[in-house]
């Protein structure tokens, strides 16, 4: 149905995507549409706090809830963070790695086996801002703890080994992004496993991504591919000069960046 993991990124694919649309427009009632969000739907800053969505992401995202069953996001970020770049828009919330989550209009649930993490995870938020470098910029997200050496590229050595000396003591995962390491609960839970919980029951799912994060996700839909072959899985990758290379190869379509999202997005809709 959908092509192949492209050699190269200049392959636009163009048949499939127009035989992707129509069997998605076929079953607009059992589709969801995943979206990871930095990167993807709002260009990276230095400052996280300060990040806004590209240019038509909220009509366009808007638009496509209305037309499909489900449309989520699936985040690094806190669902109090998404929330208020989306309000009000019908969206289902997989935050800091599905470790909480808010459906519809309902309370975020926290992924119980990671509560017992917090009072840890705070403490190394408060030890990070003294021991690492002030140019690491330390986010405190209550169930993990983001080190972001953007400013500062060649830090990553150094936030790389106080993470993994951390994570070694404190029974924590690492999970490296883009400029950014983070230090999570040793849970079973990742973007893969939110995809491929909530595609259950869907016979239709597109992901958008553009780290090494979003990976897991991307083979959560191929898995599905696999064991159902009726279900339609496509694997878009918004490109970008970091990981960029490493998340187009696992893809079936390739966007140049969060601002080649929206029209596309709009293209689909008038296509369902
Ligand atoms: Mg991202």
């Known amino acids: 149905m959908v092509c192949p993991p492209l050699e190269t990124a200049d392959d636009p694919c163009d048949l499939s995507l127009a035989e992707a649309l ?7 009632d059992r ?3 995943f979206f990871d969000f930095d990167g993807t739907l709002a260009p990276i800053q230095d400052d996280p706090d300060a990040v806004q ?3 038509g992401v909220l009509g366009a995202i808007t638009d496509l809830a ?17 929330r208020s770049r989306f309000p ?10 599905g470790l909480e989550s808010q459906y519809g209009a309902g309370e975020t649930v926290t992924y119980p086996p990671a509560l017992p993490y917090a009072d840890v995870i705070a403490e190394l938020a408060r030890r990070a801002e003294r021991e690492l470098p002030d140019d690491v910029l330390v986010e ?9 050496y953007r400013s500062a590229p060649e830090l990553r050595d150094t936030v790389h080994a106080w993470a993994q000396e951390q994570a070694g003591r404190h029974g924590l995962r690492e999970q490296e992004g883009r400029m950014v390491i983070e230090l999570k609960p040793s849970v079973q839970r990742d973007k ?4 491929a919980e909530e595609i259950e029951g869907f016979s239709c799912a597109w992901y958008f991504g553009d780290d090494l994060g979003d990976l897991a996700a991307f083979r959560a839909l191929a898995d599905r591919r696999t064991t159902h072959p009726d279900f339609l899985g496509v694997r878009v990758a918004v490109r970008n000069p970091e990981t960029g290379a490493e998340v187009a190869a696992a893809a ?6 969060p601002s080649a999202v929206p029209p596309f997005l709009q293209k689909a809709v008038t296509a369902l």
């Not at 009000?88 to 790695?97: D, F, I, Q, S």
């Not at 405190?140 to 972001?148: D, F, G, P």
């Open 140 to 148: 405190y997200k209550r169930l993990s703890v983001a080190l972001h």
């Open 66 to 82: 209305a037309r499909v069953k489900r449309v989520s996001l699936v985040s690094a970020r806190p669902v109090d963070f998404l």
């Open 192 to 195: 893969g496993s939110v995809v």
């Open 53 to 55: 969505l590209a240019p």
């Open 22 to 28: 129509s069997t998605t427009a076929a079953r607009a």
């Open 252 to 257: 079936d379509l390739h966007l140049e960046g």
């Open 31 to 33: 589709c969801v549409f």
């Open 88 to 97: 009000g828009v019908p969206l289902t919330l997989h935050g800091l790695y």
